[in-house]
Every structure is written in structure tokens, then in C-alpha cells.
């Protein structure tokens, strides 16, 4: 268990709803990152917050927005959703904004039909 | 664009056989290079990483081979075992390694058969 926890597990939504992802950091942790994980892209980098700040965006698209609240547990949330949405998100965290390794959740597998 | 290229897509073994996973990269201004291990129904874990000013690291059965020459790295697993079956990704980032940096490779499913 990387002590790092993500609702719901498993998410069936329809095309055009909106959808929010929680994630609670290991104790401690000050940065959550959060992936996308698909068959044809494999595992992408989304966004990372660092003690509430925005630290470093990956390929994130407009649709989905993330946050981190002053407990430190983060949302991300997707709006306006595609089929092609349809993937495993993970969380993870580390102690610091730079580090080169983070504890990953067990993810939420997202499936829009 | 893809810049950390992964092969092969899967791969079986024989218990007790070497499984090698080789990466390719692009962009010589990477200079962490890590390999994850994911069970399935779990997320990645970082298995072991190296960085360019070294030519190998080997952490128990993992070894990680680096050639900065050819932009090419690879994961060896000596004695591979059953516990070993999972999906491995290679990634490459910039800036020393932030986590947040890291571009992966698409993964190769490693079967090691009993």
C-alpha cells in the first residue's frame, strides 16, 4: 500500500457529464501529481500541485482543471467528456516539488460511454 | 511525438531466464532515466533509475545499462521469476529528475513463465 488514496475506483459516466477525481496524498507529501493512463497514449503527465500551487502542467487539456485544498488532498475534475477520455487516472505524491520519486494511488479507471 | 521509444510491447520468460527492456530517447537534455514496475490493478513504482554519468546500476536482479552515445538504455532482470510478471516503463526527464518532468515510455508486459 503506497498510502496514497484515490475515489471512486471505477466511474461510468456518460458523454458531455462532468466527473471529479479525489486524491489523498501519503502524510506528509506536499505535491500530488496526476496522470492519464490509455492504451494508445500510455502513461501521460497532467498537472502537479505543490502545498496548493499550481508547480508544472503536463499535456492536460482545457476540459479538465485540477486543485489541491488547504488539507492537501486533491480534485481533479473533467468536464464536457469524450469517449476518448476513457483511461486510468492515477494520483501520486511526493514530500517535495522537485522530487524524483512519487507514490502512486491504485488509480480510477474512468469509462465514458 | 514520442521521445522515450520502448521495446519490445511484451515479452516471456523463463523462470530463471533474463528478461532485457530497451528504451531509445531523443532529447539529449534528459538526464534521469527511471524504470517503473506496475502490477496490474496497481499504480507504478519506481523500480530503479540512473542518471547519464554513469554506465550501469544494478540494484539486487535489476540492472539499468546506459549508452549515451546511442540514446539508448535498457533494464535487465536476472533470474527472473514469477513475481516478476508485470508492465515495466522506462522514462527520461530533464531538470534532474522531477517527477513532474517525466516522459514515459508505452511499457512492455513481462510474463515469466514457471
Known amino acids: 500500500d503506497s498510502g496514497v488514496t484515490q475515489t471512486p475506483k471505477h466511474l461510468i459516466t456518460a458523454t458531455g457529464q462532468r466527473v471529479t477525481l479525489r486524491c489523498s496524498p501519503r502524510?506528509?507529501?506536499?505535491?500530488v501529481y496526476w496522470y492519464q493512463q490509455s492504451l494508445d497514449q500510455g502513461l501521460q503527465f497532467l498537472i502537479q500541485y505543490y502545498n496548493g500551487e499550481e508547480r508544472a502542467k503536463g499535456n492536460i487539456l482545457e476540459r479538465f482543471s485540477a486543485q489541491q485544498f488547504p488539507d492537501l488532498h486533491s480534485e481533479l475534475n473533467l468536464s464536457s467528456l469524450e469517449l476518448g477520455d476513457s483511461a486510468l487516472y492515477f494520483c501520486?505524491?511526493?514530500?517535495?516539488?522537485?522530487?524524483?520519486?512519487?507514490?502512486f494511488g491504485q488509480g480510477t479507471r474512468l469509462t465514458v460511454v | 511525438q514520442q521521445q522515450v521509444k520502448q521495446s519490445p510491447q511484451s515479452l516471456i520468460v523463463q523462470k530463471g531466464g533474463i528478461s532485457i527492456i530497451n528504451c531509445a530517447y531523443e532529447?539529449?537534455?534528459?538526464?534521469?532515466f527511471p524504470w517503473y514496475q506496475q502490477f496490474p490493478g496497481k499504480g507504478p513504482a519506481l523500480l530503479i533509475a540512473?542518471?547519464?554519468?554513469?554506465s550501469e546500476k544494478k540494484e539486487g536482479r535489476f540492472t539499468i545499462s546506459f549508452n549515451k552515445s546511442a540514446k539508448q538504455f535498457s533494464l535487465h532482470i536476472m533470474d527472473s521469476q514469477p513475481g516478476d510478471s508485470a508492465t515495466y516503463f522506462c522514462?527520461?526527464?530533464?531538470?534532474?529528475?522531477?517527477?513532474?518532468?517525466?516522459?514515459f515510455g508505452k511499457g512492455t508486459k513481462l510474463s515469466v513463465k514457471p
Open positions: 532529447n539529449t537534455a534528459f538526464d534521469y
Open positions: 540512473i542518471r547519464p554519468d554513469v
Open positions: 501520486a505524491s511526493s514530500v517535495g516539488w522537485a522530487s524524483t520519486e512519487a507514490f
Open positions: 502524510s506528509g507529501d506536499l505535491s
Open positions: 522514462a527520461a526527464s530533464k531538470y534532474g529528475g522531477s517527477q513532474g518532468n517525466l516522459i
